[in-house]
């Protein structure tokens, strides 16, 4: 059976670790293709909370390990919540990491660009499932560290070629008219499976929108020439007009970048119980 989701992101806990030196400090960590926002602290108990973002996918994931933090569960993860300073709750999926230096590890996902606002407005962070919570974090200077988060994409996405009069005060990014879970058919996403080799495949798109919202062109990351995945992930897509256009200041609409990835995970179909079995 192949399972596809698209816009799945997890975690690496080693490049995690690795980053876990400046305690008590926000650190931006820019990778290509990648932003994180993570700070570790060693007191009064050892913690870990991070954000991680792929530029223009407009969804985020959040970290979080600590000491009471729950260790192992489902692996297609379990109902939890994130929450700012006791407020209403963001639900989100729980998936186990494994452990970092400061605990057992946890990402929630997916959130969309609004919890970044709750987010920077926040002195503290909890994290549990839906009967408790399981950790909290005091996130001090958190609008300080999500601005810095928020220019990590903006860069990315001015390196793509983005135009910079969406990034002005009083200008827009373009927004998305549908998700992008839809914006491939099963149809296609299977036939983009079927010229994917190996058990699990990841990929990441990014496509130039025009001053109408349609897309204008569109590439993976990555993609060797000629490509296959590339077309059968791109061509549905080019001249569809799919979101808000990007705006500079002035209101006038201006070129745009965005990003989407499709995730391929085949799994083994269990036998059924009266099955013959091979002799």
């Known amino acids: 059976m192949i399972r596809i989701a698209s816009n799945a992101i997890l975690f690496a806990l080693v490049p995690l670790s690795a980053q876990a030196q400046g305690a008590g400090k926000w650190e931006v960590k820019v990778a290509p293709a990648e932003c ?4 570790v602290v060693q ?14 996918t407009d969804e985020f994931i959040v970290l979080a390990s600590g000491r009471d933090v729950p260790e192992g569960g489902k692996p297609e993860g379990f109902p939890a919540r994130l929450s700012f300073d006791g407020g209403k709750p963001i639900n989100a999926t729980a998936t186990p ?3 970092l230096a400061a605990g057992p590890a946890l990402q ?18 909890s994290v549990g499932s839906t009967s408790r919570s399981f950790a909290s974090f005091d996130v001090p200077r958190a609008g300080e560290a999500i601005a810095a988060l928020r220019k990590c994409i903006d860069d990315q996405l001015l ?26 058919t099963n149809d296609q996403l299977l036939k983009l499976a079927g010229a994917s080799s190996g058990t699990n495949a990841d990929y990441l798109f990014r496509v130039t929108i025009a001053p109408n919202g349609a897309i204008i062109s569109c590439k993976r990351e990555e993609a060797p020439a000629n490509d296959p995945i590339e077309k059968l992930g791109c ?19 201006v070129k745009g970048i965005a990003a989407f990835r499709v995730t391929l995970i085949r799994q083994a179909m269990a036998t059924p119980p009266n099955a013959a079995q091979p002799r």
Request: glycine share 8%; aromatic share 8%.
């Open 97 to 99: 990491l494994g452990k």
């Open 36 to 39: 994180s926002l993570v700070r």
């Open 43 to 56: 007191t009064p108990v050892p913690a870990l909370l991070a954000v991680r973002t792929v530029p223009g």
């Open 235 to 253: 061509d549905p897509l080019v001249a569809q007009k799919l979101f808000t256009p990007a705006k500079n200041p002035a209101g006038a609409p």
């Open 159 to 184: 390196e793509w070629g983005a135009d910079p009069a969406q990034f002005a005060p009083g200008g827009t990014r373009p927004v998305a008219i549908k998700d992008r879970d839809d914006w491939l």
């Open 108 to 125: 929630l996902a997916p959130f969309k660009p609004a919890m970044l606002g709750a987010f920077a407005a926040a002195r503290t962070v």
